[in-house]
């Protein structure tokens, strides 16, 4: 009874035992410190590795979207003789400068999405907006972060390349994030060849001249079209 007693009848004694309680369970400042810094060196240790699965995501959905490109390249020529679009619009006749020129006519009979036209971390642009209802709306500068090798046919070497990653448009890339053909840092470049594989391969080179790889011959660059498809290959770069 006393006890009970005191507590109503006694507040400040009350209020101190709170005060006491609420001062063991708080944090002093060094505490507090120490944490912080427990926290830091985890995020530094853990950083490299959250980045390398980022990336690591980033190219495989770059990979499923090569793939489904190369199919809608490949349905295309299955309705024009095993011929891929060539350098040239095949209505109007007007020469292509770009691949977006050139991926505008699968759209949308062979394909339904813009979506698959973009590169994760890719500096040639955005990514694109969906916008396809039109026709000036579809791939716009920018929209598009896929090279093209025009005027090739399913009759052509199976390892030939025929859509590669956006390089830094002159068919090479380079190892500086940000920048166009530093995609994946230099180390891949991802390429869809003739036979419809798509892969990332390692690249080769210098630093600030990285170079995708001719099958059998490494040393070679296989987007030099000219020197060994024939004249009517031509490298197409996106339009940045």
């Not at 699968?106 to 209802?133: C, M, Q």
């Not at 869809?192 to 099958?215: C, H, M, N, Q, T």
Request: charged letters at 25%; aromatic letters at 8%; glycine letters at 10%.
């Amino acid at each position: 009874m006393n006890t009970l007693f005191d507590r109503r009848t006694n507040p400040v004694g009350s209020f101190r035992c709170r005060a006491v309680h609420r001062s063991a369970a708080a944090f002093t400042l060094m505490e507090l410190m120490a944490v912080t810094a427990i926290i830091a060196i985890l995020a530094a240790v853990a950083m490299p590795g959250l980045q390398a699965a980022i990336r690591a995501a980033q190219m495989n959905a770059a990979m499923q979207n090569a793939k489904q490109l190369g199919m809608g390249l490949r349905a295309w020529a299955n309705d024009f003789d095993g011929m891929f679009p060539g350098t040239v619009h095949p209505v109007t006749e007007e020469e292509f400068s770009n691949s977006n020129e050139v991926f505008r006519l699968l759209i949308v009979d062979y394909i339904d999405t813009e979506r698959i036209f973009s590169v994760g971390a890719s500096a040639w642009g955005p990514r694109a907006d969906g916008r396809i209802e039109e026709e000036s709306d579809r791939l716009r500068a920018g929209e598009n972060h896929w090279a093209y090798i025009a005027g090739l046919t399913t009759a052509s070497r199976s390892d030939w390349p025929l859509v590669v990653d956006g390089t830094d448009g002159s068919g090479k890339y380079n190892r500086k994030p940000g920048t166009k053909g530093g995609t994946w840092e230099g180390r891949k470049g991802i390429v869809v060849r003739i036979g419809g594989s798509a892969e990332a391969v390692p690249l080769k080179g210098d630093d600030d001249a990285r170079f995708l790889p001719r099958v059998g011959y490494d040393e070679e660059n296989a987007l030099e079209v000219g020197a060994y498809m024939g004249d009517l290959a031509r490298l197409l770069d996106p339009e940045g």
